[in-house]
């Protein structure tokens, strides 16, 4: 009876954890990539809810394209408390609509170093969120310009000292 019980608890921990890990639901996407410094961390659902959203695994690689373009990384993560957990990482190719599954963090998969068709659902909200970056690069970019044209008027219409 205790093995029974023992057995109960175990699936109800394992079960949950595993289908919220096959549906998705992760806490943010990482990208690295052409035109982004650093890293740039999306939280929109429409990147992260579904584990299929970048390319449906399931219905096949396909061959290695010839020139697959300008590619993305893309680190998909989950947040437990505060273990910042990635866990898988893959590359995006928005502009040429494919896609390349580096695999599981910790661990393997079928899906690992094979190429996919992706799907048009990614597009739209992960260019929008490069756009948003690109954006906010402009904004700081024209701030500063803003504060040095102040400086650059305030310095040339201060009173000119007389000669002696």
């Given at each position: 009876m205790r093995k029974i019980i023992?057995?109960?608890?175990?699936?109800?921990?394992?079960?949950?954890?595993?289908?919220?890990?096959?549906?998705?639901?992760?806490?943010?996407i990482a990208i690295k990539g052409p035109g982004i410094t650093g890293e740039l961390n999306?939280?929109?659902?429409?990147?992260?809810?579904?584990?299929?959203?970048?390319?449906?695994?399931s219905k096949g690689s396909i061959e290695a394209p010839l020139d697959p373009g300008q590619g993305y990384q893309v680190t998909r993560v989950y947040v437990d408390g505060t273990d910042v957990l990635p866990f898988d990482q893959l590359h995006y190719y928005p502009y040429t609509g494919y896609v390349y599954y580096d695999g599981l963090v910790n661990g393997s998969s079928e899906y690992v170093g094979k190429w996919y068709l992706a799907n048009d659902a990614a597009s739209a909200p992960f260019r929008a969120a490069l756009s948003e970056k690109?954006?906010?690069?402009?904004?700081?970019?024209?701030?500063?310009?803003?504060?040095?044209?102040i400086v650059f008027i305030a310095y040339h219409s201060k009173p000119k000292a007389a000669a002696a």
């Amino acid at each position: 009876m205790r093995k029974i019980i023992a057995l109960f608890f175990v699936l109800a921990v394992i079960v949950p954890t595993a289908v919220a890990f096959a549906k998705g639901d992760f806490a943010y996407i990482a990208i690295k990539g052409p035109g982004i410094t650093g890293e740039l961390n999306v939280t929109n659902p429409s990147l992260t809810e579904d584990f299929f959203v970048f390319a449906d695994f399931s219905k096949g690689s396909i061959e290695a394209p010839l020139d697959p373009g300008q590619g993305y990384q893309v680190t998909r993560v989950y947040v437990d408390g505060t273990d910042v957990l990635p866990f898988d990482q893959l590359h995006y190719y928005p502009y040429t609509g494919y896609v390349y599954y580096d695999g599981l963090v910790n661990g393997s998969s079928e899906y690992v170093g094979k190429w996919y068709l992706a799907n048009d659902a990614a597009s739209a909200p992960f260019r929008a969120a490069l756009s948003e970056k690109a954006r906010l690069s402009w904004y700081t970019f024209g701030v500063l310009a803003i504060i040095l044209v102040i400086v650059f008027i305030a310095y040339h219409s201060k009173p000119k000292a007389a000669a002696a």
